[in-house]
C-alpha cells in the first residue's frame, strides 16, 4: 500500500480550516468572516538519520490568519541512543536543535525529551531504525499510462526497484528531490510484497520536470508507528468537504502534532532525458 504526501510544511497543516464552498460579494455591502481562535499548539518534528546528526524542530501552531511560523526556543531537549550516550541538543538556530555526539545506527534505539520554557509542555517518544534496505535501480520516464477521458494523468514515471527482506515487516518512506528541492514523499509497506524483488512507481499528476532536470529518491526504513504517522496524514488531503478529521496519531506522548522517526537512508539519483 503507498500513498503520497505534498512537502508542504507540518505546521500549516494542522491548522483547524474551515471550508468555504463560494465567497459571495456585493456592491453595497462587504461580507466579514471571522474564525475561532484555537489554543496553541507543540509541534515536535524529530529525526535521526542514518549515519547523520539527529535534529528536532519545535513549533507551535498558528490561527488561519497568522503567516509566521511560531518557532520555539529556549526548550531543553535530551536524546539518548541504545548505547547510553545521552546529550542535550543545542540550538542552532531558532527552534532547531542539532546533535553533535549521537548519529543513527540501524537496529539501535533512540530515546527523546522535549521540555519548552516554564516547563509550558513536556514530551517524550522512542523509536528503533530498522535494518537498511537499498535502491537497486531508479528510473525516470516520460509516462506510457493510457490517458483516460476526464481524468488527470502523470507526465512522468518514476519507478523505484528495491528488493523486499524475507521474514520481517518492512515499513518505507521515499521522499523525493528534484533539482535538490524535496517535492513530494510517499509511504509503503510490504503487506503484498513481502520478500519479493520490487518495482514501486512513485504516481504523482503534478509532478513537473525539464530535460537535465536531477531526480533524486531517498528511501527511508520507518517503523510502524512513523508508517502509521504519514500514512494517516496523507490521507488528510484526500478527504472531502464536511468530513470530520482528527490530527493523526503521532508517536510521541504529551504532544498530539509531529513524529519521531529513526529511518535509514539512501539515495540514488538520475538526470532526465
Not at 539527529?54 to 490561527?63: G, H, Q, R, W
Not at 532536470?213 to 504519514?230: G, N
Request: overall charge negative; hydrophobic content about 35%.
Amino acid at each position: 500500500m503507498k500513498t503520497s504526501t505534498k512537502s508542504n510544511s507540518v505546521n500549516g497543516l494542522f491548522i483547524p480550516f474551515m471550508m468555504l464552498a463560494a465567497i459571495l460579494t456585493s456592491c453595497t455591502e462587504t461580507i466579514e468572516f471571522e474564525f475561532d481562535t484555537a489554543a496553541s499548539q507543540l509541534v515536535v518534528e524529530a529525526f535521526v538519520p542514518e549515519s547523520q546528526y539527529a535534529e528536532v524542530i519545535l513549533s507551535k501552531t498558528v490561527n488561519i490568519n497568522d503567516n509566521n511560523k511560531n518557532l520555539v526556543s529556549n526548550a531543553l531537549v535530551v536524546l539518548q541512543d541504545g548505547f547510553g550516550t545521552s546529550e542535550t541538543l543545542q540550538e542552532v538556530s531558532p527552534g532547531r536543535y542539532r546533535s553533535n555526539k549521537i548519529k543513527g545506527v540501524p537496529g539501535s534505539s533512540y530515546s527523546l525529551s522535549v521540555q519548552t520554557e516554564g516547563n509550558v509542555s513536556f514530551v517524550k517518544s522512542e523509536d528503533r531504525m530498522p535494518k537498511p534496505v537499498f535502491i537497486n535501480r531508479l528510473r525516470v520516464r516520460e509516462s506510457i499510462i493510457p490517458e483516460v477521458e476526464g481524468v488527470k494523468m502523470p507526465d512522468w514515471e518514476v519507478i523505484v526497484e528495491y528488493t523486499d527482506p524475507e521474514d520481517e515487516v518492512n515499513y518505507y518512506r521515499f521522499v523525493e528531490y528534484v533539482n535538490g528541492k524535496v517535492t513530494i514523499s510517499y509511504v509503503e509497506n510490504d503487506k503484498f510484497n513481502n520478500g519479493k524483488d520490487n518495482k514501486s512507481f512513485l504516481t504523482c499528476v503534478d509532478r513537473k520536470l525539464s530535460k537535465g532536470d536531477t531526480l533524486t529518491v531517498e528511501m527511508q526504513s520507518i517503523s510502524k508507528a512513523v508508517y502509521d504517522y504519514f500514512y494517516a496524514f496523507s490521507t488528510m488531503n484526500d478527504l472531502v468537504q464536511g468530513t470530520n478529521t482528527t490530527n493523526p496519531i503521532s508517536n510521541i506522548s504529551g504532544a498530539n502534532l509531529g513524529y519521531f522517526s529513526a529511518h535509514t537512508v539512501h539515495r540514488r539519483s538520475v538526470v532526465v532525458e
